[in-house]
């Protein structure tokens, strides 16, 4: 039984993984438009040391991190080393959906 319910868990959590991978794909296309007019300002010419976006060797070790730390950072706000970031990027407005989907399109571009 102990096999049994380890082996159902792990179908679960591959299942669930698969799925979030499509959903960030539909995430991302929704993320330009939130890129475009909310984080553009920051990420287009790395303003307070933002990662540019495309620029492959400064996304890599954040990408590393996953996409949930990078969101949650990006909702929360983040001091690091040699840059900052406002809570959701200065912009209150979004929601934690608009700030994902933002953050995914961010990654599909800087991979």
Known sequence: MNR???AALCA???ISMSSVDAKAASDAKAGKAIYDTNCAACHK??????PKLGDKAAWAPR???GAAVMTKK?????TGKVGMMMAKGGH?????AQVG?????MINQSK
């Not at 990006?74 to 983040?78: D, K, L, Q, R, V």
């Open 4 to 6: 049994f319910f380890s």
């Open 12 to 14: 679960l959590f591959v």
């Open 45 to 50: 010419d790395g303003v307070m040391n933002a």
């Open 63 to 65: 990408i590393k991190q």
């Open 74 to 78: 990006s909702i929360t706000g983040f």
């Open 92 to 96: 209150p407005n979004l929601t934690d």
């Open 101 to 105: 989907d933002a953050v995914a399109y």
